[in-house]
């Protein structure tokens, strides 16, 4: 387990380490665009990292591929569906709503 802490409401949640951001959040309950359903190929679930980036998976070709073409990323930029939760707490901001 880890805690996820979601920004800008500040909702902190108990979540399981392995699984992906996305998947965490949604179990929360958050709202998180996700248009292709965690496939890398939309680019709707784009988040900033703002703590704890080193205990997510690294980001693969596909996902930087597609923050490649994404307006507005930056060097805390995360595709929410490919970043898989480690053991250290993290602190994500999401930016887009369904
Ligand atoms: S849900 Fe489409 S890129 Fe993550």
Known sequence: MTTLTVL????????????TLL???LDAGEHIAHKCEGKAECGSCHVFIQEGRK?????QRAENDRLDTIIGVG????LACQAVLGDEAVTVELLSFV
Not at 8 to 19: E, F, L, Q, R
Not at 55 to 59: E, H, N, Q, V
């Open 55 to 59: 205990s997510l998976s690294k980001a």
């Open 8 to 19: 800008p409401s500040g909702k902190t949640y108990d979540v399981a380490a392995g699984i």
């Open 23 to 25: 998947k965490a959040l």
């Open 75 to 78: 060097s805390k930029s995360r």
